[in-house]
C-alpha cells in the first residue's frame, strides 16, 4: 500500500512539474513585447523576418533556416511566406503573433506560392508552377490548414488584394487570349471559384500593382521603359510608366496619366495620398513619391522615404 500511495504521489508531482512547465511556456508565448513594433522587415538575404519600433530599432527577429520569399500584415498576424525552393525544404507559411512576436501556426503548402491575401481566417494564393491546365490558385483555411477550393488560371497571377470582403487578382495571359491580362474580382461558388474582369476595356497587359479606396480602382503599370516590346502588345505606351484610374461600380476607365519617373512598381495609399515607388537603374534600387489626387488628376509629386525601403501599409519590407 506504502508503494502504490508513493507511486502515485510520483505520478502527481510529475504532472504538477509538466504542468507549470507549459504555463511558463505559453505565458512566455503570449507575453507582449516591451515595445509595440511599429514596422517589420526582411533582413540578412531574407532568412530573417525583425520587427521595429517607429525609431527603427529591432525588438525582435525571427529566423528562417532558409529564406522568406515576402510577408503581410494581417490584424495582429504577420503571414510570411517560405517557398521551399531552398534547401529542399516544402512551401510553408509561419503565421506570427505581431504584439508577442512568436509563431503560432506553421502551415504546408501544396504548391510553390507566388502571391497571396488574407481574408476572414482564409489565405487566397496563387502558384508560380506550370501545369497543362494552368496555374494553380488555391483557398487555405487558417484554423484547419487544409486547401479548401483548388483550381488554375490561364497565365501567372502577380498581385493578389482585398476590399470589402472581395478578392481581386492581376493575370497576365500574355499574347492572343480569350481571356485577356487584367484585374479580376474572384466570386466564390459552393464548389468553384470564378474570375470575372473588373476593366470592361480591352487591355492587353495587367497592371504591375493597384490599390482601391472610395470604390475607385488607381492601376499603376511599369511597362516597357526600356528594352524590347513585344510584337502582340499593339499599344505599348499605354502601359508604360502609366497611372489608371478605373470605377469599380461599371468597369469605366476614368483617367489615364503618364508618369513623369520610370520604372513604377508598388502602389498604396494613406490618407489622401498614393504612394509609388520607382525602381531607379542605378543598384535597382527604389526611391518613394506620394501623389496627392484631387478629381482624379495628380496635383502634386514629392519625394518621401528611404530608397532602402518601401513602405506597405503598416510593414516595411527591405530592398537591397
Known amino acids: 500500500m506504502k508503494k502504490i500511495m508513493i507511486f502515485i504521489y510520483c505520478i502527481c508531482l510529475f504532472l504538477m512539474v509538466g504542468c507549470e512547465k ?3 511556456t505559453v ?3 503570449d507575453t507582449k513585447l516591451k515595445v509595440n513594433p511599429a514596422f517589420v522587415a526582411l533582413a540578412d538575404g ?3 523576418l525583425i520587427f521595429l519600433d517607429k525609431k527603427m530599432n529591432i525588438v525582435k527577429e525571427i529566423e ?3 529564406k522568406f520569399q515576402s510577408f503581410s500584415i494581417e490584424g495582429n498576424r504577420v503571414y510570411a511566406i517560405d517557398d521551399g525552393t531552398y534547401m529542399g525544404t516544402k512551401p510553408s507559411m509561419l503565421i506570427i503573433n505581431l504584439s508577442s512576436g ?3 501556426k506553421k502551415l504546408k503548402l501544396p504548391h510553390v506560392p507566388s502571391s497571396y491575401a488574407v481574408l476572414k481566417q482564409k489565405v487566397y494564393m496563387a502558384s508560380s508552377e506550370i501545369f497543362r491546365e494552368g496555374m494553380p490558385f488555391f483557398v487555405v483555411n487558417v484554423s484547419s490548414g487544409k486547401v479548401e477550393k483548388l483550381t488554375f488560371t490561364s497565365g501567372m497571377v502577380s498581385t493578389i488584394k482585398h476590399y470589402k470582403n472581395e478578392i481581386f487578382i492581376t493575370i497576365n495571359s500574355g499574347g492572343k487570349s480569350s481571356e485577356h491580362s487584367n484585374v479580376y474580382r474572384i466570386q466564390i461558388n459552393d464548389a468553384s471559384l470564378s474570375f470575372h474582369p473588373v476593366i470592361k476595356d480591352n487591355i492587353e497587359l495587367p497592371p504591375s500593382d493597384f490599390v482601391i479606396e ?10 516597357f521603359s526600356y528594352g524590347p516590346r513585344p510584337e502582340w502588345v499593339k499599344n505599348p505606351e499605354r502601359y508604360t510608366n502609366k497611372l489608371m484610374v478605373v470605377d469599380l461600380n461599371n ?3 476614368i483617367s489615364e496619366k503618364k508618369l513623369s519617373k520610370p520604372f513604377p512598381q508598388k502602389i498604396i495609399n494613406i490618407g489622401n495620398k498614393l504612394y509609388l515607388t520607382f525602381r531607379t537603374l542605378t543598384g535597382l534600387k ?7 489626387f484631387q478629381n482624379n488628376f495628380l496635383t502634386n509629386t514629392t519625394s518621401d522615404g528611404n530608397p532602402f525601403f518601401t513602405i506597405a501599409g503598416r510593414s516595411v519590407s527591405r530592398y537591397t
Not at 480602382?217 to 511599369?222: N, Q
Not at 526611391?287 to 496627392?292: A, E, K, P, Q, S
Open 22 to 24: 507549459l504555463k511558463e
Open 27 to 29: 505565458s512566455r508565448n
Open 46 to 48: 531574407d532568412s530573417k
Open 64 to 66: 528562417n533556416k532558409n
Open 102 to 104: 512568436h509563431v503560432e
Open 214 to 223: 472610395d470604390n475607385k480602382m488607381y492601376c499603376v503599370f511599369t511597362g
Open 251 to 253: 468597369g469605366q476607365i
Open 286 to 292: 527604389e526611391r518613394i513619391f506620394y501623389f496627392v
